[in-house]
T-cell receptor, first 114, second 114 residues
Framework: NAGVTQTPKFQVLKTGQSMTLQCAQD?????MSWYRQDPGMGLRLIHY???????DQGEVPNGYNVSRSTTEDFPLRLLSAAPSQTSVYFC?????????????FGPGTRLTVL | DQQVKQNSPSLSVQEGRISILNCDYT??????FLWYKKYPAEGPTFLIS?????DKNEDGRFTVFLNKSAKHLSLHIVPSQPGDSAVYFC?????????????FGQGTELSVKP
């Protein structure tokens, strides 16, 4: 199992550009999430999905879109990048069969917006 | 409103001694608490968890204590090893909230000196 994979590892954008961060998992997990990590802020939830075709907003959804057409993939789209979106982005997956709902994280994408 | 707080950004401990990482929460409805460990340039990995009906859970060198009346949990690492140097996040969730919605603290960076 590859677990949770994310591409790209690094990305530099100019203000106003758009891009998609890719996330895939091969564990057949029904739940997937996107977090951003900023210094002193911990991990903040951007969007999450409880299954294919179902998504919802987290704590900091503005400026981001998601869709979930398959169980495996959960891409995160930046519509018009802003310097405030400079961060490290983590994708995670989990399953309801685990009582505590622990999530498995990908290695992250480090994004810089100039 | 930060529902899960880790007020110590960093902690330095001598190898072989005990490391105690603290976490406070404000939402009395949380049912599950989890600790994650994160090395640089990697995603967080699940470490240990505890249910709100317990006050202690132990796994090898790692023990988590929960004090519900104080809305406080702590992670004890005994004995500490240099390989334990990492950022530790505590997280919480409610039972009825579907998977994918963990609330994280800001993290504490642990440094274990040889």
């Amino acid at each position: 199992n590859a677990g949770v994979t994310q591409t790209p590892k690094f990305q530099v954008l100019k203000t106003g550009q758009s891009m998609t961060l890719q996330c895939a998992q091969d564990m057949n997990h029904e739940y997937m999430s996107w977090y951003r990590q900023d210094p002193g802020m911990g991990l903040r939830l951007i969007h999450y999905s409880v299954g294919a075709g179902i998504t919802d907003q987290g704590e900091v959804p503005n400026g981001y879109n998601v869709s979930r057409s398959t169980t495996e993939d959960f891409p995160l789209r930046l519509l018009s990048a802003a310097p405030s979106q400079t961060s490290v982005y983590f994708c995670a997956s989990s399953t309801g069969y685990r009582v505590f709902g622990e999530q498995f994280f990908g290695p992250g994408t480090r994004l810089t917006v100039l | 409103d930060q529902q899960v707080k880790q007020n110590s950004p960093s902690l330095s401990v001598q190898e072989g001694r005990i490391s105690i990482l603290n976490c406070d929460y404000t939402n009395s409805m949380f049912d599950y608490f989890l600790w994650y460990k994160k090395y640089p340039a990697e995603g967080p990995t699940f470490l240990i968890s505890i249910s709100s009906i317990k006050d202690k859970n132990e796994d090898g060198r790692f023990t988590v204590f929960l004090n519900k009346s104080a809305k406080h949990l702590s992670l004890h690492i005994v004995p500490s090893q240099p390989g334990d140097s990492a950022v530790y996040f505590c997280a919480a969730r409610r039972f009825e909230v579907q998977g994918g919605k963990l609330i994280f603290g800001q993290g504490t960076e642990l440094s274990v000196k040889p």
